[in-house]
């Protein structure tokens, strides 16, 4: 089953790099790296840009236009809100607080920027993914771990929206 994951993630990841912006798939990739120089986790949440619209526009504002150009200010405190309530990550066996960064529009996805800083130690980690769940039904969301040495990657759904890697 594990090597069906990681085929799914390689299939989709070329929806990532189409300018076209209808898509037929609904997909984020969320990128975990670590590190230790830094002690931090650095996260890169690559969501289609049209979908982060819809769900702005249907939980916040309607009138919202995601835009490099002309973007009203508060995109970026409807975004954190709204990541901070679908994704959440747990190191070793807690609940980590993390800092939203910022976004970048590259194409048609928009990279959401974010780290958890003061991470000395990783036994574990747990992200339970929601994002989009509640506008798309057929929404998955691939979460790809680099961390310690060991690269992992996870297809999460609605029905399974949580991965956990051990490392003890």
């Known amino acids: 089953m594990k090597p069906l994951h990681l085929l799914i993630a390689i299939l989709i990841s070329p929806l990532f ?3 076209n912006t209808e898509h ?3 997909v984020s990739v969320t990128e ?5 120089e830094q002690q931090s986790l650095q996260i890169i949440s690559q969501i289609f840009i049209d979908d982060l ?9 309607e009138r919202i236009t995601l835009s490099v ?5 508060v995109v ?7 990541l901070t309530s679908k994704l959440q990550i747990n190191i070793n066996g807690k609940p980590a607080a993390y800092n939203y960064l910022g976004k970048a529009y590259k194409e048609d996805i ?9 991470v000395e130690t990783i ?9 989009l769940f509640d506008v798309y039904s057929s929404q998955q969301n691939i979460v790809r771990m680099k961390l310690l040495n060991r690269n992992k990657s996870f297809l999460l759904v609605p029905e399974n929206d949580t991965c956990l890697l051990n490392f003890e």
């Open 24 to 26: 037929e798939y609904y």
């Open 110 to 118: 928009a990279y959401c920027y974010i780290e958890i800083e003061n």
């Open 32 to 36: 975990v790296a670590y590190s230790k």
């Open 17 to 19: 790099i189409s300018s």
């Open 53 to 61: 619209e819809v769900l702005i526009r249907k939980r916040y504002d």
């Open 123 to 131: 036994k574990s980690i747990e992200i339970t993914n929601q994002v």
């Open 69 to 73: 150009d002309e973007e009203s200010r």
């Open 76 to 82: 970026d405190d409807y975004i954190q809100r709204y």
